[in-house]
């Protein structure tokens, strides 16, 4: 199954990358244990300042799926590698998903998604998109945890 998942390099532009860490400040909460690190509500494609970036990363996934899109949650996750476990988990109930990498440190292997049978890196400022029912995880780094992780997810319905 690991080879149902797709690198999608450059998804925006640096400065629309930049703008979205910006953005999403006032947004990011500590939602309990179940949420490591920091995390907005999952209505993002709802709120007029994610809204364009979130249209065009829709439209460009679903030019190389093939596929037509529609975003049903959408959030971004800001966490410095720290949790002492794994938080396996899937988005079943919705056709793929996405992990866009905002903001990462390669060097210390934040630059991607744990999958149950593989590590898939990908770089800032790509994404990973995948069949929403794969299990997966973020990598932990607990070492460093002042180096903060962004990622963007999306999770997406054919229509």
């Known amino acids: 199954m690991i080879h149902d998942v797709s690198v999608i390099e450059n998804i925006i532009s640096n400065n629309e990358r930049k703008k979205l860490i ?25 709120h007029y300042e994610f809204f364009d970036v979130i249209v065009k990363i829709t439209e ?46 390669p060097i210390l292997r934040n630059s991607g998604t744990l999958f149950s049978k593989k590590f898939v890196r ?16 973020a990598p932990t780094y607990k070492f460093f945890p002042w180096i903060m992780r962004y990622t963007m997810a999306i999770d997406f319905k054919c229509v």
């Not at 910006?22 to 709802?46: F, I, K, M, S, W």
Request: glycine letters at 6%; proline letters at 5%; hydrophobic letters at 30%.
């Open 60 to 105: 460009r996934v679903s030019k190389i799926l093939k596929k037509d899109l529609k975003p049903g949650r959408s959030w971004i996750n800001c966490d410095g590698g720290y949790v002492d476990h794994l938080c396996w988990h899937n988005h079943k109930g919705f056709d793929y998903s996405m992990v866009y990498y905002m903001k990462t440190q």
């Open 122 to 137: 990908a770089p800032q400022n790509s994404a990973i998109v995948f069949p929403s029912f794969l299990d997966h995880t």
């Open 22 to 46: 910006v953005d999403c400040q006032d947004y990011l909460r500590d939602l309990g244990e179940d949420y490591p690190g920091l995390q907005t509500h999952a209505n993002l494609h709802e």
